[in-house]
Structure formats: structure tokens, C-alpha cells
């Protein structure tokens, strides 16, 4: 997680594209070229950003396993 103003793209800004679901409070960016979502303004806190590990410049994501994650279908926002 990543506070709003803590995250900043060095690379491809131009190539993100914006999804945005019906209450419009999560925002996801994927890039245009491959579909891949690299970040998102996140429902349960819109203060925050979600980064995709593999969108972090040097890291890779299998030197970390396991790497915790939860389902989204029962998100806390939609009870």
C-alpha cells in the first residue's frame, strides 16, 4: 500500500488507462500496451493506493512468496 501522495509513475504515465467501477471510488490504472493493472485508489480506503508488485521497478514478486492476498468477492465495502 502506498499513501496518495507517496506514489509516483517514472515511466509510461502516458500509456496508463483509467477504469473506474459504478460508485467511481476505486480507480484502476492498466496500461494501455498489455492490459496489466498496475495500481489502484482503493474502495475500502481511498486515501491509499494498491501497487502491483511486479510494477515496482527491481523487484520480483517470487523472491517474496508467499505472498498473502485476499478474494474480492466478499469485499468488507459491499457489506
Do not use: Q
Request: with cysteine; hydrophobic share 30%; glycine share 8%.
Amino acid at each position: 500500500m502506498s499513501p496518495r501522495d507517496g506514489l509516483h509513475v517514472v515511466r509510461g504515465a502516458d500509456r496508463l488507462t483509467l477504469y473506474e467501477w459504478r460508485t467511481k471510488t476505486a480507480k484502476h490504472f492498466f496500461c494501455a500496451t498489455c492490459g496489466t493493472c498496475m495500481y489502484h485508489r482503493r474502495r475500502s480506503n481511498p486515501n491509499e493506493y494498491g501497487v502491483k508488485m511486479g510494477a515496482l521497478e527491481s523487484v520480483n514478486p517470487p523472491d517474496h512468496c508467499p505472498i498473502p492476498w485476499t478474494e474480492g468477492i466478499n469485499h468488507p465495502s459491499d457489506a
